[in-house]
């Protein structure tokens, strides 16, 4: 079983961030515990066929891939998401039911074991490369809050989609 905290080993702004990012990151990990094979790809939501356990651990690590490679350190787009059109905006859940999910969960952990090493190499007042829609450039410290609350709320879809699927709650 994942073992979580969210009591930071220290109280500095950045080890407080750090530290629930990775909280919420076990959360969607540990929501995916002895689930099986056929559960991790099964939509039980009518009106959202993406939204699968794999589909949302993909599109988690796919965000995260957007927000600190694309967006904060300016990399050109690349993999599942530069295939995204309008009639296809989430590519990145789509394709998540071809991929075993145990594959998933690794790429993903490896993936935020990366980032946050990457990520400590810069101060919190480091601003993006890439401007969001209104063209301001955010700070890591805005990345890392965006990161917690994508993740947060993908871990309520986690719950209700894990509970639908096999009935296990309360993780």
């Avoid at 500095?12 to 990775?22: A, G, I, K, P």
């Avoid at 515990?33 to 939509?43: F, H, I, L, P, T």
């Avoid at 998933?104 to 990520?119: F, I, P, T, V, W």
Wanted: hydrophobic residues 35%; charged residues 30%; aromatic residues 8%.
């Amino acid at each position: 079983m994942t073992q979580r905290t969210d009591t930071p080993p220290t109280w500095d702004e950045r080890t407080q961030l750090t530290t629930f990012l990775d909280y919420a990151r076990d959360t969607a990990r540990t929501k995916c515990e002895g689930v099986s094979a056929e559960d991790a790809r099964k939509a039980p939501l009518p009106a959202s066929p993406l939204m699968t356990l794999c589909g949302l651990i993909s599109h988690l690590r796919w965000v995260e891939y957007y927000w600190i490679q694309v967006m904060f350190l300016g990399e050109e787009l690349t993999g599942l998401l530069a295939e995204a059109t309008d009639d296809d905006p989430d590519p990145e859940m789509r394709a998540a039911v071809d991929i075993p999910l145990p594959r998933l969960l690794a790429e993903y952990e490896e993936q935020s074991a990366r980032y946050r090493l990457l990520m400590s190499e810069y101060d919190l007042d480091s601003t993006a490369k890439r401007a969001i829609s209104d063209g301001r450039h955010v700070d890591l410290r805005w990345v890392l809050l965006h990161l917690i609350e994508e993740t947060s709320r993908h871990n309520g879809h986690l719950d209700v989609v894990r509970e639908l699927v096999d009935g296990r709650t309360g993780v």
